[in-house]
């Protein structure tokens, strides 16, 4: 169904661009046989005058032959003269007698001409012909209209003698020119017919050629993009020259791969989705059976009589509910800094206090580990415009993280430095390091790694699992980075990165 709707959108491309170029053509060809017919009216006029000067001078001399007599008059003309004489023109012909008096009409016979030539209604008029110079002396033909509406011809006749006794005329001589004109417009009909074939078949021949030189390249992309459209997202469009073609193709390209990179997007998205969810699930479930479990067991110990146990198993499912609530709220957090608009309170943020916070808070943790905590900070350090809070919830993850993976007896270094416009803050720690294949899963949720940092020893609770997760949003919604390099047997190194400038 696809491919046949291409077709049919290509067929019409054809006729529409074949019907262009016919009008084009035909439109073309008649303005230019126009022009030529309009530049050359006066050509042609004075072709006809040429011709009509002949033939009344031909007619004259015809009449002074015929005529009896020496006396050319017109009571010597003879029928059939008379009969020939209305064969000679389309239009009117007249006998003056020497003083310019019309002695005889002589009007076209209906077979001699086409009847499109004849007029019967047409009057003539003798125009003052002699008062002209040349009237007695030779041929006379006026195509224009300047004497007299409709032009005239006429042509002195002479008695044997040589002397003049008359004059023909032919008034109007707008008959006569058609007659005349004729053959040059059926020449240019003709050319017009000519011309409207050969555009035709040029138009078609061009139009052809431009479907299959324009269209064709855009039925292709477009069979493309209908495959792409459906899914075969791995289809690329040729991008050969520099044409509109080819940036269209670069377009389509660009734009299939940001969908393809999307749809993988998407697809990674609920991939995490679903082990989140699954994590959660987990993780949800154990403090809440533990909980469950420890308050059965509160209330069958009470029935029991045995009081003080009793009261244990409470407190043991009360610091499971702690557990919960810690998850849910470190979820909640996570939720929050990851929203496309994490909300952050910015504030003017001193850095050697915040670090003094965050030891003071991990001072206690770091005994009970025997590890030391050494301070290295640069000179100067500026205030930083940051959340306070998230700051330091970002800086007690990493040093508790450290602390509790690092051996008795070492120390974990906290450092801070100013460096191309960013302030660098180090955390680093002397424990067992971690694979180089597990550093780019450790900021995950809830990775499960052999030397994963984001977990808390069996049986014991030193936090949720998503404290270097929490750790990294809390550095990206500042528009900084958090990583992480460890070399195996030598420690550790966490580095935060925090723009000076937002």
């Known amino acids: 169904m696809t491919r046949k709707s291409h077709t049919e959108k290509s067929g019409s491309v054809f006729w529409r661009v074949a019907a262009v170029l016919i009008a084009v053509q035909i439109v073309t060809?008649?303005?230019?046989?126009?022009?030529?017919?309009?530049?050359?009216?006066?050509?042609?006029l004075s072709l006809a005058s040429v011709a009509l000067t002949a033939r009344?001078?031909?007619?004259?001399?015809?009449?002074?032959?015929?005529a009896a007599g020496s006396d050319v008059s017109f009571s010597d003309f003879s029928d059939e003269l008379r009969l020939d004489l209305t064969y000679r023109f389309p239009d009117p012909l007249l006998f003056l007698d020497i003083e310019g008096n019309v002695v005889e009409t002589f009007r076209p016979a209906k077979d001699a001409f086409d009847p499109a030539f004849i007029d019967s209604s047409i009057v003539p008029f003798v125009p003052d012909i002699l008062d002209l110079e040349n009237t007695f002396s030779t041929v006379i033909v006026d195509v224009s209209d300047d004497i007299i509406q409709g032009g005239f011809a006429s042509a002195p006749l002479f008695d044997s003698g040589g002397f003049p006794v008359g004059i023909l005329l032919v008034q109007p001589l707008t008959q006569s020119l058609e007659y005349e004109l004729a053959e040059t417009q059926r020449a240019f009909r003709s050319a017009l017919r000519l011309i409207a074939l050969f555009s035709v078949l040029i138009a078609l021949a061009l139009g052809a050629f431009l479907t299959w030189w324009l269209v064709r390249p855009l039925q292709r992309m477009a069979a493309d993009v209908s495959s792409i459209g459906e899914g075969s997202y791995h289809i690329r469009l040729?991008?050969?020259?520099?044409?509109e073609f080819s940036s269209l193709s670069g377009a389509i390209n660009a734009m299939t791969e940001r969908v393809q990179l999307s749809i993988d997007s998407l697809r990674e998205a609920d991939r995490v989705r679903r082990e989140l969810v699954a994590n959660v699930g987990h993780d949800l479930r154990t403090p809440l059976a533990a909980v469950t479990a420890h308050l059965e067991e509160a209330e069958r110990l009470r029935g029991e009589g045995r009081v003080g146990e009793a009261d244990q198993a409470i407190v043991s499912a009360r610091r499971q509910g702690k557990v919960l609530g810690a998850l849910v709220n470190d979820l909640f957090e996570l939720s929050r800094l990851e929203s496309s608009v994490p909300r952050l309170h910015f504030e003017p943020v001193l850095i050697p206090e915040i670090i003094s916070d965050a030891l003071s808070s991990n001072k206690r943790a770091a005994l009970n580990q025997e590890v030391g905590l050494v301070v290295d900070l640069a000179d100067n350090l500026p205030v930083v415009e940051a959340d306070g809070s998230r700051i330091l919830r970002l800086l007690n993850n990493l040093i508790s993280n450290a602390i509790r993976y690092a051996p008795a007896k070492s120390q974990v270094t906290i450092s801070a430095v100013v460096e191309d416009g960013h302030l660098e803050i180090r955390v680093e720690d002397k424990g067992d390091g971690i694979e180089q294949e597990a550093l780019a899963q450790l900021f995950d949720r809830y990775y499960r790694g052999t030397h994963a940092r984001t977990r808390s020893e069996p049986n014991e609770y030193d936090g949720t699992g998503l404290g270097l997760a929490i750790s990294k949003a809390i550095a990206e919604a500042h528009g900084g980075t958090l990583t992480a390099s460890s070399i195996r047997g030598e420690g550790t190194v966490f580095t935060t990165r925090l723009p000076l400038a937002h």
Do not use: H, K
């Open 56 to 66: 009344m001078d031909a007619v004259s001399e015809e009449v002074e032959r015929r």
């Open 29 to 44: 060809g008649v303005l230019a046989v126009g022009f030529t017919a309009w530049y050359a009216r006066d050509q042609q």
């Open 238 to 243: 040729p991008e050969s020259g520099n044409d």
